[in-house]
């Protein structure tokens, strides 16, 4: 890893790389590191990214976690996110409780459905988000118990999945990346499964593919995550972050 620099930061980075290029589009960080991630992409190199408080509000102004907005541009009801959820001017990134290697998603349960040995959130809006606009997703703990074969049940609709129900479902269907403790992870291949985009710094490659339920190579050549700017380090630690909640969420 980088001299001073801890893994939870370098995460941050990594997830605010996801929204580059989005332009005027509506940023959902599920989690306390693509949160920050979002908001340092707006403060840096996005500035026409939009953000909420979370509830009902776009905010023109970017604060600390836990803070309040101070400056508020628009009003975004339930009815009105819904929209842009359906129109595909939002770019997600959530949670996974499992991921395969296609990008089928699982935040539903584990097990068998009629049965399962744990019930998590349910399925939520993902079939939706997957199938209408952007996404991406944070694991902050990479193991085989996320990264597997198969999911017990897909909520988030991977591209093998989403290619074999057609161009209703394959049409705006696109998996941007997945950031995970240990590297970038995307669907940059022939075959639309995931490849490794680059390693954080101080991870290796058996690293990865221990922590990983398939087969996953790391070619020979593939770049360290970029580490964060001191302008960026800055903003994360006292402008974002001041409390220091990001390295709860990241193990060291």
């Known amino acids: 890893m980088s001299s001073g620099v801890s893994r939870a930061e370098q995460c941050v980075v990594a997830c605010a790389e996801a929204w580059r290029g989005d ?26 990214l939009l953000l909420t408080d979370g509830e009902a509000l776009l905010t ?3 604060p600390a976690l836990g803070a309040k907005a101070q400056v ?12 842009l ?6 770019h997600v990134m959530m949670g996974a409780s499992q991921l395969d ?7 539903s349960c584990i097990g068998d459905w009629k049965r399962p040995s744990r019930q998590l959130l349910g399925v939520r809006g993902a079939p939706v988000n997957t199938l209408n606009h952007p996404v991406s997703y944070w694991i902050p703990r990479h193991s085989p118990r996320v990264l597997v074969e198969r999911v017990d049940m897909v909520c988030g609709v991977g591209y093998d999945r989403a290619g074999a129900a057609g161009p209703s479902a394959a049409r705006f269907h696109g998996i941007r990346c997945v950031v995970t403790d240990l590297a970038v992870l995307d669907f940059e291949t022939p075959g639309r499964t995931l490849r490794v985009r680059s390693l954080h710094p101080g991870v ?4 990865l593919q221990a922590a990983t339920g398939f087969a996953l190579p790391v070619p020979d050549g593939t770049p360290c995550t970029r580490t ?3 302008a ?21």
Not at 30 to 38: C, D, E, I, N, R
């Open 204 to 207: 290796t490659a058996g690293q």
């Open 232 to 252: 960026e380090l800055r903003l994360i630690r006292e402008v974002l972050d001041p409390a220091g909640l990001r390295e709860r969420e990241v193990r060291r």
């Open 23 to 48: 332009g005027e589009i509506l940023a959902s960080p599920m989690g306390v590191v693509p949160t920050l991630g979002a908001r340092l992409a707006k403060l840096t190199f996005a500035p026409d």
């Open 85 to 90: 959820v359906s129109g595909g001017k939002r």
């Open 101 to 107: 290697r296609h990008g089928n998603q699982n935040i």
């Open 72 to 83: 508020v541009e628009g009003w975004l009801p339930f009815r009105r996110h819904l929209a």
């Open 228 to 230: 964060p700017t001191a």
């Open 60 to 62: 023109a102004d970017v």
